[in-house]
């Protein structure tokens, strides 16, 4: 069975201020990796993904991510965060063969500060 | 980008009584949704896969007779909480994978039991 670990489960950080959301995950076959982000009382959206490919990925709003196999790491990063950064960012991994069912990890609560 | 919706996205109901989230794709049709459960400041718990035309896998510790789920068409699938108590107060979310191996949520369900 795989599963997901989330590093922190809280990061303050100062708007402007890079950002790093630590991810790591088990397996033993190969999996696919997501971010997502979700904010108060709404669903979760879509961050970035990694398939296949290049290990570094970016998705929305100004993140990225790098697959590290050797690592089985999924850390998500931003460069310079703002405040509409606040929220719960969730990481995940999916087993092709699962049927589209997902392992999500514990959330990091991202929280900007001015 | 794939849509899937939530309705309603917040529900007040009495202690004893049923209550019916519905989960639609609005632009594409999904042979497997899948429901989750989110306490406050906690990841997603997957409560259940729905198959169209097929009964419900549900996940160890869900009791299936307490969340009934239909999926009766390729666009819906609905969870009905039966006798529903103060504890089944939650956050309720959906989501519907693609072909491509995402998935979407929907919006979320705030249920509220009195």
């Known amino acids: 069975a795989q599963s997901v670990t989330q590093l922190d489960s809280q990061v303050p950080v100062f708007e402007e201020a890079p950002v790093e959301l630590r991810c790591n995950y088990s397996?033993?076959?190969?999996?696919?990796l997501f971010w997502y982000v979700q904010y108060p009382n709404q669903g979760l959206q879509l961050l970035l993904k990694?398939?296949?490919?290049?290990?570094l990925v970016k998705g929305i709003n100004g993140f990225e991510a790098e697959f590290n196999k050797s690592q089985t790491s999924f850390h998500l990063r931003k460069p310079s965060v703002h405040i509409s950064d606040t929220a719960e960012y969730f990481c995940?991994?999916?087993?092709?063969?699962?049927?589209?069912?997902?392992?999500f990890g514990d959330g990091t609560t991202l929280t900007v500060k001015p | 980008g794939a849509v899937v919706s939530q309705h309603p996205s917040w529900v007040i109901c009495k202690s004893g009584t049923s209550v019916k989230i519905e989960c639609r794709s609005l632009?594409?049709?999904?042979?497997?949704m899948f429901w989750y459960r989110q306490f406050p400041k906690q990841s997603l718990m997957l409560m259940a896969t729905?198959?169209?035309?097929?009964?419900?896998?549900?996940e160890q510790g869900v009791e299936k007779d307490k969340f009934l789920i239909n999926h009766a068409s390729l666009t819906l699938s609905t969870l009905t909480v039966t006798s529903a108590h103060p504890e089944d107060s939650s956050f309720y979310i959906c989501?519907?994978?693609?072909?491509?191996?995402?998935?979407?949520f929907g919006p979320g369900t705030r249920l509220t039991v009195t």
């Open positions: 989501s519907a994978p693609t072909s491509s191996n995402e998935q979407y």
């Open positions: 397996s033993s076959v190969s999996v696919y």
């Open positions: 990694y398939l296949s490919g290049s290990t």
């Open positions: 995940a991994v999916l087993i092709n063969t699962n049927a589209g069912k997902s392992t």
């Open positions: 632009d594409f049709q999904a042979t497997t």
């Open positions: 729905s198959n169209e035309g097929s009964k419900a896998t549900y």
